[in-house]
């Protein structure tokens, strides 16, 4: 018990340290284009390195992943809504699981 406790108060405090130091270390205005344009893409990053691996293993299946996921970027550069593309990349991961 005590060392959920433990778990608990770690990721409590990283957690405020992540939202509190921004704020602490830059205080005026960032003018730099680069550390710019690295702090606007960086959570579409973090949450794509996140995000990638999971969907090639979700399916069991490398190949139906891959159709998946093909589809859901074709449909979403194509700027359809979420809930369409979510729909279509799983019934096409589906129905090639289905045919394979």
């Known amino acids: 018990m005590m060392s959920v406790i433990i ?7 990283v957690t405020y340290l992540v ?15 680069f550390i710019r344009s690295v702090l606007y893409y960086l ?12 969907i090639f293993y979700s399916t069991g299946n490398t190949v139906t992943a891959a159709v998946g996921t093909l589809v859901a970027l074709v449909l979403a550069y194509f ?3 979420l809930i369409v593309v979510a729909i279509a990349a799983a019934l096409s991961a589906f129905g090639v699981g289905f045919l394979v």
């Open 7 to 13: 778990y608990i108060a770690v990721m409590a405090g």
């Open 43 to 54: 959570p579409y990053a973090v949450l794509a390195a996140m995000t990638f691996p999971g």
């Open 79 to 81: 700027d359809l809504p």
């Open 19 to 33: 939202r509190m130091l921004p704020f602490t270390l830059f205080r005026k205005q960032i003018k730099s284009q």
